[in-house]
């Protein structure tokens, strides 16, 4: 389903991402580990059309992103970072708005009903400035799968989450899998990421340094691997 090719962001004369090459199959998990700086988060930006490359290109069924963004953007949901909430807008009016340009149908009744599923229904009037960071979090998983996207781009989603909501971000990750999404996740918690896979990638300085199926080896072996590849001096 995605296809990348020959992948390539330059950042003040520096690679962040050099001639990346490798695929997402349809209905699958990627897990994309690896340090700081690897080039992890580069690749979300230019995937989800936030960035463009210096060069090289990403295909979904055989036609770049880049062609028509605004159509591709449509079949995806982002979390990242930034959670890309209007602050001063209430809970309920982000994901009416998000919903209308989505063009969700019934977008006060959908807002609504994922408003209880992200356990914010009693703040949903309240402006998201008041928000904890976890609250706003939660808001934002909202945001991103108001749409159904085809396709789910994570990007240290965790982050800020107490344990009742990253349980439930486990879960919506899962029952997306169930219906056969695609799923791109960061992360740094191997365990987690290993567990969600179906695919594992490790990027280091701006290349895949190793990618395997998770049926093909044990979460200890892959530690192991992972340990070896980001102690060893250069790419793997």
């Known amino acids: 389903m995605i296809k990348v090719k020959e992948l390539t962001k330059i950042y003040n004369q520096q690679f962040a991402l050099s001639g990346l090459n490798f695929d997402i199959d349809y209905?699958?998990?990627?897990?994309?580990l690896?340090?700081?700086g690897a080039g992890k988060s580069t690749f979300i930006r230019i995937l989800s059309t936030l960035s463009r490359p210096n060069q090289g290109d990403i295909f979904i069924d055989g036609k770049s992103v880049f062609e028509n963004p605004a159509e591709f953007?449509?079949?995806?949901?982002?979390i990242a970072h930034a959670t890309f909430l209007y602050p001063e807008l209430t809970a309920a009016e982000n994901l009416k708005f998000y919903a209308t340009l989505y063009r969700v149908p019934k977008p006060e009744k959908r807002a609504d009903a994922l408003l209880k599923t992200v356990g914010l229904a009693h703040r949903s009037n309240d402006r998201v400035r008041t928000f904890s960071r976890g609250m706003q979090q939660r808001l934002a998983i909202a945001r991103a799968i108001l749409n159904e996207p085809e396709i789910l781009l994570l990007d240290e989603p965790y982050t800020g989450l107490d344990q009742s909501a990253s349980q439930l971000l486990t879960d919506r990750i899962l029952e997306l899998k169930s219906e056969n999404r695609t799923i791109v996740l960061i992360t740094h918690n191997i365990q987690q990421g290993f567990q969600l896979a179906d695919k594992i990638a490790v990027f280091k300085e701006g290349r895949i340094a190793f990618e395997a199926e998770t049926g093909d080896m044990t979460e200890s072996e892959f530690q192991q691997r992972y340990h070896e590849i980001i102690a060893a001096g250069g790419n793997n």
């Open 27 to 32: 209905g699958k998990c990627l897990c994309i």
């Open 73 to 78: 953007r449509r079949k995806i949901g982002l």
């Open 34 to 36: 690896g340090p700081n």
